[in-house]
């Protein structure tokens, strides 16, 4: 790091021209990298996106992996879908629909007189309908096509009944959720939000830097994405991951370099040796979290799912641009205009915070106590992630009002069940689908089963059976229910085939979770021997990569409890209970957190070390590592915070989730492990937090410590 540092100081202008040159170009190109960000979801060699992918070919891109809209319509008491006239009135519905989704495939009772389409008391009936695919939405969404049908059929009715649109999109539509305030004024609120912590930390113009060093981390990271868009698809999520992600770490990371240089300045170092100083210590802090983030990240590739693989190649970017301008950029500003920004200058860096140094006291006099505490808090919220349920969100927490609602209540109301909007997809391709269909009714949890006998349906050989099953996948009996759909398919015909969005997406859980084990394994052993080099010990790694993995589960347990019961989701934005959780989110939340947090752990621990060094003293080391980074690190997590608070207003129900997955994680680690559980188990375990025998150090190419009386087992007080 002195090197580096010695070198970026001896070249300012060139250092400087280089990041300014990228940040234009960033600048310029933002539009087209995010417009350059679609990648279609998938899971490939698994059945279900198979059967989806050869469903849109056979049919015209209708079906398998997007939602149909289901119209819906309860007749009046006293009236079936058998009385006079209904029939006739159905099919002119199914016609209004034809004319304004030209190219859709529709089945319902009217097309093939099957009961699966009606109520056991004949008074209520849905249609299918699969609309042509919008070439501009994401994932499979089309909510320009359901607003077309609504808007198709709006003056319709069936013997006095209105026809009701309903369906995931028509849901959406409903819900208010489609529009966010949007990637770029999402950032801007995060970075209002940042500025008002810094102004607090700095009381300086100083604050301004954190946010000048975000701008061109996050500019410079999207010029980057853009340019890997060249060799794969990258998902549209990275844009809100870069804004919000990118400028919470470069702030962090430029927060912690700031601090370290006023420090300095304050004990008599001026000029470019107290920016050396600072970089030695804090910038080599800087550049281990920024690793560990990276790592996290990047460990996504080992997952078998393209979606998710890109975000991990474009979320590696943001922390390793970040490190980067806080390790060059930085030192240069610091060098040239850190003086003069640093005024009104009203705080000593001379000494160590006496509110945190106090707070470290207490924690290291009552270390069983707070040991205790924290372990008692966590041990709750990781129960309660043990109930974490992934699937798709229950579609009765989409919408609350509205005409969707309206025809989704009615289908619940039946007894036809929510299920219906998403259908299992069948594929033959030989065996008769009629008798395919027969198999299927009678499967448990199936309310009904049709072989529509049109060309819309069948095809060359090829024909699709729809299943409509009683609980949609966001529950258990929805997910036992496909089991037993799959094993029937699968009985009827080698070449029988089960698709539908069910399918897909207990395809993704399989394909992910089933290699959730080798990317922990992957991500804690890389972060276990770069912090073993990091802060010469064995213990003090060990111990962050079984805390941050404890952290995470806590965040989930945070999701499981606001999103999956409701206790919180209502409150603030009034939204029920899901009853589950998208199964991309925990994945995220854990590869985001693990590295996140660890960036407190670096800065906590690193000083701590630094401390001991100097004292040979546990009790010291602890107390003035909290007492000089407690304050850095809390704010460091407000901003975080902030940013993910900012992520949150954007559309969707997905990312509220995510949103409140990292912010509960960001506190938890910061307030319950940082600042409670880490110092007390650091003053518990005495001199051995430092010990690194001869035969590791060698491995590790670094010193060996071995303290005296850690030989021994003797702590510290």
Do not use: C
């Not at 698809?233 to 702030?251: E, K, M, T, W």
């Not at 707070?359 to 372990?375: F, L, S, Y």
């Amino acid at each position: 790091m002195s090197s580096i540092t010695r070198w970026v100081l001896a070249h300012k202008r060139l250092v400087t021209l280089f990041w300014l040159v990228l940040t234009v170009i960033g600048i310029a190109s933002a539009n087209s990298a995010t417009k350059a960000l679609d990648q279609k979801f998938s899971v490939p060699g698994k059945e279900g996106w198979e059967t989806n992918m050869a469903i849109a070919q056979r049919f015209g891109g209708t079906g398998g992996d997007s939602a149909p809209i289901v119209p819906v319509v309860t007749l009046p008491s006293g009236k079936t879908v058998n009385s006079p006239g209904v029939d006739a009135q159905l099919a002119q519905v199914d016609k209004r629909l034809e004319r304004a989704l030209p190219g859709a495939r529709i089945a319902s009772y009217a097309s093939t007189g099957d009961p699966g389409f009606i109520s056991k008391d004949g008074r209520t009936t849905f249609a299918i309908v699969y609309p042509k695919p919008d070439p501009n939405a994401q994932f499979g969404e089309n909510p320009g096509a359901a607003k077309a049908a609504r808007a198709a059929v709006r003056d319709s009715t069936v013997e006095g009944a209105g026809v009701h649109v309903s369906g995931f999109d028509a849901l959406q539509n409903d819900s208010g959720q489609g529009s966010g305030t949007g990637v770029l004024l999402e950032a801007v609120l995060g970075g209002i939000g940042a500025l008002i912590v810094l102004a607090f930390v700095f009381a300086s113009f100083l604050a301004l830097v954190p946010i000048v060093m975000a701008i061109v981390s996050i500019m410079t990271t999207f010029l980057l994405v853009w340019g890997l868009t060249t060799f794969t698809d990258i998902s549209p999520v990275v844009q809100f991951l870069i804004a919000l992600v990118g400028l919470g770490v470069a702030i962090d990371y430029s927060l912690l370099v700031v601090s370290r240089w006023r420090e300095e300045r304050a004990h008599g170092r001026s000029g470019d040796a107290a920016v050396q100083r600072a970089m030695e210590t804090a910038g080599r802090a800087v550049v281990f979290s920024g690793t560990t983030v990276a790592i996290g990240l990047l460990a996504m590739v080992a997952l078998p799912v393209p979606f998710l693989r890109s975000m991990g190649y474009g979320g590696m970017l943001i922390p390793l641009v970040s490190t980067l301008v806080a390790i060059t950029l930085l030192p240069v500003v610091l060098s040239k205009l850190g003086q003069r920004l640093d005024w009104p200058h009203r705080r000593t860096d001379d000494r160590a915070s006496r509110a945190w140094t106090r707070w470290a006291e207490a924690v290291v006099r009552h270390r069983w106590v707070a040991a205790g505490g924290a372990i008692a808090v966590l041990a709750t919220l990781v129960i309660a992630a043990t109930s974490l349920t992934l699937g798709d969100a229950s579609p009765d927490t989409i919408a609350k009002h509205g005409d969707a609602k309206v025809g989704l209540t009615q289908l619940e109301r039946s007894g036809i069940g929510s299920g219906a909007l998403l259908p299992h997809e069948v594929l033959t391709n030989g065996t008769n689908p009629d008798r395919v269909a027969r198999d299927l009714r009678r499967v448990d949890g199936v309310h009904g089963a049709v072989a529509p006998d049109s060309s819309q349906w069948r095809r060359g050989g090829t024909a699709e059976v729809l299943a409509f099953p009683v609980a949609d996948d966001s529950t258990s009996a929805g997910r036992a229910t496909l089991d037993r759909v799959r094993a029937t398919a699968h009985g009827a015909g080698s070449d029988v085939r089960v698709g539908g969005l069910p399918a897909e997406n207990d395809d993704f859980i399989n394909a992910v979770y089933g290699n959730f084990p080798l990317m922990i394994a992957l991500i804690a052993t890389i972060t276990f021997v770069l912090l073993a080099r990091a802060f010469r010990s064995l213990l003090l790694p060990l111990k962050a990569v079984v805390l941050n993995v404890v952290s995470v589960a806590a965040a989930w347990g945070v999701l499981a409890l606001v999103w999956q019961h409701g206790h919180g989701s209502d409150v603030l934005w009034g939204i029920d209970a899901t009853g589950s959780v998208p199964a991309w989110i925990p994945l995220m939340v854990f590869a985001f957190l693990f590295g996140l947090s660890m960036d407190y752990e670096v800065f906590i621990l690193a000083r701590m070390r630094e401390e001991f060094d100097a004292t040979g003293d546990t009790h010291t080391a602890v107390v003035r590592g909290i007492g000089r980074t407690g304050r850095l690190v809390t704010s460091a997590a407000l901003i975080l915070f902030l940013s993910f608070v900012a992520l949150g207003s954007g559309p969707g129900t997905d990312l509220k989730m995510f949103a409140t997955g990292l912010a509960a994680g960001i506190l938890i680690d910061a307030t319950v492990i940082r600042a409670l559980l880490v110092p007390a188990v650091v003053s518990l375990f005495g001199r051995w937090n430092w010990v690194l025998p001869r035969r590791p150090a060698r491995l590790l190419r670094v010193e060996p410590s071995m303290p005296r009386r850690a030989a021994t087992g003797e702590a510290e007080g």
